[in-house]
Structure formats: C-alpha cells, structure tokens
C-alpha cells in the first residue's frame, strides 16, 4: 500500500469523476456506432426496458430492437448536434414491451451515438410555474443580495425542494453561500463558507459543460457500463452524460449533509463557474424533464444577468484605464517622462484597483500615495516584483512577499506590475483584513489509505465552525487582473518609449559635445599657423589648450562607444 502525501486539493482533483463506468439507476444508456447504429455499449439494466440482457446486444443493430421512428427522430436531430457538447433532450417516445412513456436525450463524443433514457414517473411534479414568469419576476433587477434571493426563492417555488442555495466561489475557489430559500425544518446554511475541495477542479470543469445536474436518490447503487472499457482499452467518457454516476466521494458527502436528492444549475459568467444554485432535498425527488429545462433555461437567465453585469462594470473601468493611458501618452509625446507624469495620476490607479496604497518605482525616482511599505519590506517587495516581471502579479497573503508578521503600514496584498528586473514599476496595495469565517464543518478533511494512494474522506459534520483569518487582503479579483494587464500594457509601452528616449537624447547631446568640441580644435589649429608671432608663454599656454582639448574629444568619444556596446547587448 502507498500512501502518498499530497494536499487535500490535488487529492480531489486527481480523482477521474468522468471515467465512473456507470450511470445512475433512474434511467437507461445506449451508446451507438454512427451511422450503422451498432450497439458498442449499454448500462447492465437494459433488459428492463427492452427485456434483452446486455450480450443479446452487443454488436447487433439497435434497428432489430426498437421502432424505427424512435431511430428517425434521433437522426433528425443529429443533423444539429455538434460533437463534444451537452446530451440533448430530443424526443419522448414508448419503449420497451410495456410501451413506457420515456424522455429521451442524446450527444455526439468519441465517435459514438450516446442514447440516454428516462421513463416519465406517475406524478410529474409541476408546480406550473414556467421559466418566463419566474424570469419577470427578477427582470430589470442588478445581480445584488436581493436579485439572488429572489433567485433561490423562485427555484424553490418551482422544484419544492427544502433547500435551494445560491453559491458564490471565491477567487481562491473555495464557496460561499449567499442567499437561501428553505423550509423551516432544515438548518440555515446562509453566510456559510465552503473549501475549495467540496468541489475539486474537474467537478467544476463538468459544471462549466453540463448546466444542471440531478441526483434523484444519493443512496443509489450505481448500474455499471457493457462492456467498461472504449475502443483502445480506454473507459467510456461520461463527461457530457446526464446519467452518469457522480462520485462516492460527493455521494458520501451528501449522505454526510442528510440529503437525499439534490439538484445543481450552473451559473457561468465570462467563460468561468461563477456559482451555482444548489437545491437540497431530505428525501428521495425525482425531478421531471420539464421541471429540468425550466430550471435550466431560469439559469441562463441568470447566467446572463451576472455575466452582463460584471461585463459592464469591467468595460467601464476598462474604459477608465484606457482614457489614463491616453493621458499618460500624451504627456510622453510632448517631452514629459513617465517618472514625471505618472505620480499626478496614481489616485485614479487606485480607484480603478480598489487599492488603499500604490507606489511608483522608476531609477532613482519614487512617489505613492497611501500606505506603502519601506525599508526592508521596500526590498523584499522589489525582489518579489523582479522576480514575476513581465506579467500582472497578485497576492492577497501577506507572508507571499514580505516576512513581517505585524507591519506598521497594515498592508497585505500586492498587485504588481514590474518592468523589469530591477524592481521598477508601479505596484497596489490592500490592507489586511482580519475576517472572521463561518465553515460548514471544519475544512480540513481527513484523508484514508487506498490502493492507488489516499483519497478524500467527507466531514460528517457541517456544524458551524469559526476562524479567524489574518494576513490577507480581500482577495484581487479576475476583474482586477484584467484591468491591470490593461494599464500594464500601456505603461510598459511608455516606459520602454521613454527610456529609448532618454537613451536618444544623451547620444544626440554627446554628438553636440563632440561638433563643438570638433569646431573648437579646429579654430585652435587654424591659429597654429601664426605661431612663429607668440612669445613663449603664449605658445606654452596654447599647447596646454590643445591638449586639454585632446583628452577631452578622448573622453567622449570612448564614453559614447561604451554606451553603444552597452546597448548592443
């Protein structure tokens, strides 16, 4: 047995979720050769939808076991699938000897035709509400505390879950709650705090791909996949499956949490997870296909809303940023260093980083405005700026860049962004931010020894748990980055402008020395032809002059071919 050290993060994250072999018992799976519709691949409960055991098909055509508009029906609507994406709800048929009504879904992945089915249950659940009433119910409102409460209260109202969550991830991934509909028998989980390990980084991954997805029993026993194994030796891909069986891990979890069915609608914003609306139920819920797309087109919705949101906040502090970048251009163009001009305008950095300090660092010149480090945090700051030059740097963890543990200044973030190896350039600062936080349940999870290493084992309790949190800044954001490397990019464009500038003036101000120097000399040797009129002391006192002169036009002369070998190099 090897046990392996390894943080509680890579632990989560090295688990294959997608590569799970099985599916959940609520409904059906087929997977097809394309377009000869041979079956390669079937859930081991097949036979009670179509009374034949897996090997009876297996390599046979699925057209000698269902009705062919059950097969015209998913072909029409492979014409409009591309490969790779989500399934696809696409027909609701009878099948099987029973004629079952059945939802039927499909995609297109690994070369194959992936056929998903769930028979209809009795009572279908509907609470009537339609995805158009619940979204002009949140119309016209900003994404604020309200906008998400209202979010979960409708969710709430259309699934009669006892729980629905709005959960909000943090920079450093790890979730918060923040705002909850409940029934009055369940404990509030509101304001509680999550480790980024609840939901390790490919469980995000597959939230970003798959809207929504539903456990109607967490005490499921997961029905294994015919044969396990693709083409090539490799496991079937059940990443874009809505059946697929999630992992005993999180089944544990829920388990841990007294849920027993559960309910999750992406909400992405900008390409990334932004959050999730999380429902919880203490008993099994089965939750209808037409349940399912109301909920899923009620979190496009409000997908929508945060993405236009933080779009229009970003592009208007983009903007900002742009128009102090003109300026800053403008005042080079006309002669001005950026060592100049650049300390006139360090308050609107500031209020476009949401910075308490900024601090400017070129040569010999310095200029800030607020808290900012010195002495011997000013020398672990620069080291730590060189050593990220090039790119937007950030931290909000005091201990990343500077060993004192109680500055006078308060500071603990930095957002820095460094020229070059020398620690130039313009760096932001946020004070530190003692933080009392709420967990659900201690982070730190336990790990257990496996086979292959350890892996995750679930808190069993979810009791509130508080600590105090020191050193650290509010967190930068992705907003915050962005418009940094915005504001980067325009002064390092000045900055290298400027000192290919100064480089120029100096060379053209040595060849000016060298002309009048050159001119000197020459009036100098003109008069050497009237020599034979001088007395002595005025021949010795001219020799003196050309001499000097000599050494001088010498100096130059080597001063600026060192400089150019320097910048040669």
């Not at 939802?103 to 297109?108: A, G, W």
């Not at 163009?333 to 500031?350: C, H, N, T």
């Not at 050593?387 to 500055?407: I, L, Y």
Request: charged fraction near 25%.
């Amino acid at each position: 047995m090897n046990v392996n050290v390894t943080t509680e993060a890579e632990v989560c994250a090295r688990e294959p979720i997608h590569l799970s072999g099985a599916i959940q018992p609520h409904g059906f799976l087929i997977s097809c050769s394309w377009p000869d519709w041979t079956v390669r691949h079937v859930s081991a409960n097949v036979a009670e939808l179509l009374d034949l055991p897996p090997r009876a098909l297996l390599g046979t055509s699925l057209r000698e076991h269902v009705d062919g508009s059950f097969l015209e029906a998913i072909a029409d609507a492979l014409r409009f699938i591309e490969p790779g994406l989500a399934a696809q709800r696409v027909a609701t048929v009878n099948l099987g000897r029973d004629g079952a009504l059945c939802d039927v879904s499909t995609h297109l992945h690994q070369g194959l035709v992936h056929i998903e089915i769930e028979p209809q249950t009795t009572a279908d659940g509907s609470t009537g509400l339609t995805a158009n009433a619940m979204i002009g119910r949140i119309a016209g409102q900003d994404p604020a505390p309200g906008f998400f409460q209202q979010v979960a209260s409708l969710v709430r109202e259309l699934t009669d879950y006892d729980r629905v969550m709005v959960y909000r991830f943090r920079a450093d991934d790890a979730g918060e709650v923040i705002a909850e509909a409940r029934s009055d028998e369940v404990e509030p989980y509101l304001g509680l705090r999550y480790p980024a390990s609840d939901i390790p980084a490919q469980a995000r991954h597959l939230y970003l791909l798959n809207r929504l997805r539903v456990i109607p029993d967490a005490q499921y026993a997961p029905v294994p996949i015919e044969p396990a194994l693709h083409v090539g030796g490799a496991p079937l891909d059940l990443t874009h499956h809505a059946l697929r069986s999630v992992s005993p891990v999180h089944v544990e979890y829920l388990r841990n949490m007294g849920v027993g069915a559960s309910m999750s609608i992406s909400i992405v914003s900008g390409g990334r997870l932004w959050g999730l609306i999380a429902c919880h139920h203490r008993t099994p819920r089965p939750v209808p296909p037409g349940m399912r797309a109301t909920a899923d087109l009620f979190g496009m919705y409000v997908s929508m809303r945060v993405a236009g949101h933080e779009q229009a906040t970003t592009m208007a502090l983009f903007d900002q940023s742009q128009q102090l970048g003109d300026v800053l251009r403008e005042s080079t163009l006309k002669g001005q260093s950026l060592a100049d001009v650049l300390p006139i305008y360090l308050r609107v950095v500031a209020r476009l980083l949401d910075a308490d300090g900024v601090l400017m660092i070129l040569g010999s010149r310095q200029a800030s405005i607020g808290p900012v480090p010195g002495g011997e945090s000013l020398s672990e700051l620069c080291a730590w700026g060189a050593a990220r030059a090039g790119a937007v740097a950030m931290t909000h963890r005091r201990e990343d860049w500077r060993s004192q543990s109680h500055p006078a200044d308060g500071l603990a973030g930095v957002l820095a962004m460094a020229f070059g190896r020398d620690g130039d350039g313009l760096y932001c600062f946020r004070k530190e931010q003692i933080e009392e936080v709420t967990w659900a349940g201690t982070p730190h999870k336990a790990t257990v020894p496996t086979d292959d290493g350890t892996r995750i084992a679930p808190r069993r309790s979810f009791a509130a748990w508080r600590e105090t949190v020191r050193g650290q800044s509010v967190q930068w954001s992705d907003s915050d980055r962005r418009i940094a490397e915005r504001l980067y990019d325009i002064l390092i464009d000045l900055h290298r402008r400027s000192t290919v500038n100064a480089d120029e003036q100096q060379t053209l101000r040595q060849r000016q020395n060298v002309r009048e120097e050159s001119e000197r000399l020459s009036r100098l040797a003109a008069m050497l032809g009237d020599m034979q009129h001088l007395d002595e002391a005025q021949t010795r006192y001219l020799a003196e002059q050309i001499a000097e002169l000599e050494l001088h036009m010498r100096s130059i002369t080597h001063r600026g071919d060192r400089e150019d070998n320097s910048g040669d190099r």
